[in-house]
Nanobody
Framework: QVQLVESGGGLVQPGGSLRLSCAASGTIDSINAMGWYRQAPGKQRELVATLTSGGRTNYADSVKGRFTISRDNAKTMVWLQMDSLKPEDTAVYYC?????????????WGQGTQVTVSS
């Protein structure tokens, strides 16, 4: 089991920046990948950025060049640096980790943190 707690959301003006944090605890040795997803009102949850244990990153086209995902070596923290924010980035952002234990793959989610981009 992995527990995730996000922080860092809030209200920011267009063009501004925010940094989201996610603290992981529990069986972190089994974490294979960490990432961020978001869900805007009336829309499906979508991938924002992921980072594998090998250091490979993947970004949604809509955030490439503006957002940066990173983590600590112990895989207890994952961050999402969001720059040049746009109103369309407004959503609830969720931290996600994927664990692999033998052949069992599991997904864990945080409770979500609201990001609102508005003037």
């Amino acid at each position: 089991q992995v527990q995730l707690v996000e922080s860092g959301g809030g209200l920011v003006q267009p063009g501004g920046s925010l940094r989201l944090s996610c603290a992981a605890s529990g069986t972190i040795d089994s974490i294979n990948a960490m990432g961020w997803y978001r869900q805007a009102p009336g829309k499906q949850r979508e991938l924002v950025a992921t980072l594998t244990s090998g250091g490979r990153t993947n970004y949604a086209d809509s955030v490439k060049g503006r957002f940066t995902i990173s983590r600590d070596n112990a895989k207890t923290m994952v961050w999402l640096q969001m720059d040049s924010l746009k109103p369309e980035d407004t959503a609830v952002y969720y931290c996600n980790v994927v664990t692999v234990v033998f052949i069992t793959v599991s997904h864990y989610w945080g409770q979500g943190t609201q990001v609102t981009v508005s003037s």
